[in-house]
């Protein structure tokens, strides 16, 4: 897409980020099943179910934009999603949760950024209806950052601390 003017780009950012949500949509459930803690299983499985919310919310953008429902490749999320494939090759146990986490966390604050960004334009191009639809998702992203990284400090952390120390050259 050529990008001119404001609308052109806002209509970008909302096509990335559909891109965005619909890798998450398929990578989320491989999270959970790579997760050994069940309380993060079942965060990985909420926040999916926030995900296709977030994908909805995102075709009611492009309704009020007046367009059909499109995307354009996120390469950022392609790579931090590759990251977490990574993460799940760790022998299995609270290390790779907290492996898992570590790559969440990340695509959190991608979309966070992304989604704070997207609001902001909304709000200048008085697409309130849009900024409103956005803005509550951001709110989403939020909590599901802050929820992943309680997880991470209340039990997986000292969890995976506890596992033997494998021996390293120093
Ligand atoms: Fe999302
Ligand atoms: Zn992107
Ligand atoms: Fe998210």
Redesign the pocket.
Known sequence: MTIKTMENLFVEQIQ?LYD?EERLVKALPKMAKASTSSELRKAFENHLKETEGHVARLEQVFAELGQEPKKTT????KGLIKEGDEMMEIEGGAVRDAALIAAANRVEHYEIA?YGTARTHATALGLTGSAKLLEQTLDEEKEADAKLTQIAEQTVNEEALRRPKTRTAR
Do not use: N
């Not at 996120?74 to 999320?77: G, K």
């Open positions: 990335d965005a996120c390469e950022a999320m992304g």
